[in-house]
Every structure is written in structure tokens, then in C-alpha cells.
């Protein structure tokens, strides 16, 4: 079975530009998950989906971050436009239950210069 | 206000000697507790979990961990770490009401020294 695959591993961009992450979940898992780890910081929650609707986005930093799941399977997020303080590395869990445990990707290392 | 601590950044054993990572959390009511760990190039995988019942958890990778409640702590522990076992944990922990989202800890980096 795959596990949670994102891409791409590493994202380098200037400031002001626009990025996209993706994120495969397990399939099966209704539940996705993205975090996000400042350099030195915990893990941080930014946004739960249930299938393709928003369950909990309470952790989203502000409205330059953008999540979707279209259709409930993969889903993106996108960062418009980045700033130097958004560099981190965004990691992104699925579930099939929501309290079971959540299976996660490698993350994606997101440098804004 | 809801936290999860792990109050070593960092810790270095000797191959074949015992470990134990600390956490302590803080929350109004007893969540589910998990411990995570990252090896270098890959994602978290799960170590562990708690959700009720028996204190002590196996895990897999020979660790386990113990809740206890007085203190508010579940301590990951294994009896003895091998060189593989290099890696960052994370302590976290999710309500049993509402949302079901993680809160992390800081992360502990373990060096295993030969």
C-alpha cells in the first residue's frame, strides 16, 4: 500500500511569487491534514478536510494560503503570494478514522528568499 | 491554553544503553496521546499511541511508552537503541472531543554515538 506522497520534495521561490504543494493521501483516508514546521518550532496544525469539504481551518496562518481537495482524493495548497516568513516545511496526513492515528508524508521544505 | 512540552531538544546515548524521551501536556481532560518519530529524507511515522485502557503501550521498533496521568506525562522509552534509532521524536496529542487535529511538541533530536 502507498503511503502519503507529496510533491515536490523541495520548493525554492522569491518572495512575492506563488507556490503550489500537493499532497496524495493513502487511499481511502477521508481524512487529510496539512501542518507546517517553522525552522526551530513545533509541528503546526493549519487545515483539516473531511473528504473534499474544510472541516477545521482554524490553524491557516492567514488568506494567502489556499487549500483544496477537489473531488476528495489529492489535495493542494497554495501559497499567494509568499513571504519570507512562510518558509518551512509543510507536512500533510491522512486518516481513515479521524482519532485513529494519522499516516504523513515526507513534507515538502518550502524556501521563500 | 492547550501545550505540549518535550523539555529536551537534544540527547545523546551510547549504542545498547536505555532511553527515555519525556512529555508533558497540558489540557483540561485527558487526550490521546502519540509519539512520532522522523528519520532523516522521510516523513513521521507513528511510534505509538494511547487512547484508553492499560497505561503501558508497545509500540513498534521495541519502544514503548507509559501514560501517567498524576503527572500529566507519557515518557517513550526503549531498553535498548541502536544506532538506527537516530531520529527527531515528537510527542503529540489530540482532544477526544471536537477536533481531531495534532498538537506537537518541540521535538527531541536523538544522537547515537558507537
Known amino acids: 500500500e502507498a503511503g502519503v506522497t507529496q510533491f515536490p520534495s523541495h520548493s525554492v521561490i522569491e518572495k512575492g511569487q506563488t507556490v503550489t504543494l500537493r499532497c496524495d493521501p493513502i487511499?481511502?483516508?477521508?481524512?487529510l491534514y496539512w501542518y507546517r514546521r517553522v525552522m526551530g518550532k513545533e509541528i503546526k496544525f493549519l487545515l483539516h478536510f473531511v473528504k473534499e469539504s474544510k472541516q477545521d481551518e482554524s490553524g491557516m496562518p492567514n488568506n494567502r494560503f489556499l487549500a483544496e481537495r477537489t473531488g476528495g482524493t489529492y489535495s493542494t495548497l497554495k501559497v499567494q503570494p509568499a513571504e519570507l516568513e512562510d518558509s518551512g516545511v509543510y507536512f500533510c496526513a491522512s486518516s481513515q478514522v479521524s482519532a485513529g492515528g494519522q499516516y504523513f508524508g515526507p513534507g515538502t521544505r518550502l524556501t521563500v528568499l | 491554553a492547550q501545550s505540549v512540552t518535550q523539555p529536551d531538544i537534544h540527547i545523546t546515548v551510547s549504542e545498547g544503553a536505555s532511553l527515555e524521551l519525556r512529555c508533558n501536556y497540558s489540557?483540561?481532560?485527558?487526550?490521546?496521546l502519540f509519539w512520532y518519530v522522523q528519520s532523516p529524507g522521510q516523513g513521521l511515522q507513528l511510534l505509538l499511541k494511547?487512547?484508553?485502557?492499560?497505561?503501558l503501550v508497545q509500540g513498534i521498533k521495541g519502544f514503548e511508552a507509559e501514560f501517567k496521568r498524576s503527572q500529566s506525562s507519557f515518557n517513550l522509552r526503549k531498553p535498548s537503541v541502536h544506532w538506527s534509532d537516530a531520529a527527531e521524536y515528537f510527542c503529540?496529542?489530540?482532544?477526544?472531543?471536537?477536533?481531531?487535529?495534532?498538537?506537537f511538541g518541540t521535538g527531541t533530536r536523538l544522537t547515537v554515538i558507537p
Open positions: 489540557y483540561g481532560a485527558t487526550p490521546y
Open positions: 487511499s481511502g483516508h477521508d481524512n
Open positions: 494511547y487512547f484508553s485502557g492499560d497505561t
Open positions: 503529540a496529542v489530540a482532544l477526544q472531543t471536537g477536533a481531531n487535529n495534532l498538537f
